[in-house]
């Protein structure tokens, strides 16, 4: 046996030891996110080097998803779905202004005490309960600016 028939699967429902790494590719993102706070450089080349894949591939999958952080962030990222069932509930524009102008900055930035980033992004899975948003892994649902105060609130402690 060739050493390229050596790497197929014997069955052809078994994933081949890349497909194995690339499926891992995201949980170790996740984790290495989790322990680094934001995927930067360092946090990337060690997934690559763990996983055997090439640092490109790691960086294109952890730069698509709106789960993972390429740059540091606040203890509580706000982000604010901007899909189109959360515009058509009328809430995209409606929370983004709102937070904006409560926290004092723009989507992408952090309030200057390190506790909030806010970003919008394309939908984060709960179209039936729009207008939605999710800070850090937590989902809110039907949100309104009232909601947004308590949240904010309970958030910060106060
Ligand atoms: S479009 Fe907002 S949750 Fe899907």
Do not use: W
Request: hydrophobic share 35%; aromatic share 6%.
């Amino acid at each position: 046996m060739s050493p390229e028939e050596q790497k197929q699967p014997t069955h052809p429902e078994t994933p081949t030891a890349k497909q194995a790494q690339r499926s891992m590719l995201l949980t170790a993102l996740y984790i290495a996110q989790a322990q680094y706070g934001h995927l930067n450089d360092e946090a990337l080349q060690r997934v690559a080097e763990r996983l055997g894949l090439p640092l490109s591939e790691v960086y294109s999958t952890a730069s698509f998803y709106s789960l993972y952080r390429l740059k540091p962030v606040g203890r509580y990222v706000i982000q604010v779905c901007d899909g189109l069932s959360c515009h058509l509930a009328g809430g995209a524009d409606t929370l983004v202004d709102y937070i904006r102008q409560k926290l004092g900055i723009r989507v992408g930035e952090t309030t200057s005490d390190g506790l909030f980033t806010l970003q919008t992004v394309e939908c984060v899975a709960s179209c039936g309960t729009s207008p939605a948003v999710r800070v850090n892994d937590e989902l809110y649902e039907n949100m309104t600016p009232q909601k947004v105060d308590r949240l904010l609130d309970q958030l910060a402690g106060r």
